[in-house]
């Protein structure tokens, strides 16, 4: 059950994204019950997986440098 609940929660933050809506990790910690630390594996997983992100100081948001399509 704990692979389901990763795999939940990196196409939760890929959406997040996607859409520029994420604010800042300690935000994003609040949104999932995690700690910043666990955001900051989880995009570290994302990136692994061929992720380019990036940090908005104007939307105070992450956001995807190129296309990126999470296949799982």
């Known amino acids: 059950m704990k692979l389901i609940h990763q795999i939940q929660s990196l196409r939760r933050l890929d959406a997040l994204i996607r859409r520029k809506q994420t604010g800042n990790a300690r935000a994003l910690a609040e949104k999932f019950g995690v700690s910043p630390a666990t955001i900051y594996?989880?995009?570290?997983d994302?990136?692994?997986?061929?992720?380019e992100i990036s940090w908005c100081r104007f939307r105070q948001s992450y956001y995807y440098n190129q296309e990126f399509s999470l296949i799982l």
């Open 46 to 51: 994302l990136k692994d997986l061929g992720a």
């Open 41 to 44: 594996r989880w995009m570290e």
